[in-house]
């Protein structure tokens, strides 16, 4: 069965770094395309960063634009998300997921980041 886990969430100051990564396995990771989605208390899901299945091509929200990269490596069934300037909205579970979107596909149990001084 599909299994995504989460890990590298913490607690970091305002302006820090956090790298999280997502071991995937049960299903053939190279063929698809996956999602870092957080969902803040309160606040709607959102949909942080998307590549495709090869990683040729990514998307962001315009909220981490320019300080967050998505990236994977498909010959260890990984996925990675880069998160530097981290602010205090920044704050929220992450989840990976397969596909695109907040809604369906296979999702982790998620990992807590928390941005905090």
């Known amino acids: 069965q599909v299994q995504l886990v989460e890990s590298g969430g913490g607690l970091v100051q305002p302006g820090g770094s956090l790298r999280l990564s997502c071991a995937a396995s049960?299903?053939?990771?190279?063929?698809?395309?996956m999602s870092w989605v957080r969902q803040a208390p309160g606040k709607e899901r959102e949909e942080v960063a998307y590549i495709l299945s090869h990683g040729g091509a990514t998307t962001y929200a315009d909220s981490v634009k320019g300080r967050f990269t998505i990236s994977r490596d498909n010959a260890k069934n990984m996925l990675y998300l880069q998160m530097n300037s981290l602010k205090p909205e920044d704050t929220a579970v992450y989840y990976c997921?397969?596909?695109?979107?907040?809604?369906?596909?296979?999702w982790g149990q998620g990992t807590q980041v928390t941005v905090s001084s």
């Open positions: 049960g299903f053939t990771f190279s063929t698809f395309g």
């Open positions: 997921k397969t596909l695109r979107g907040v809604t369906g596909g296979s």
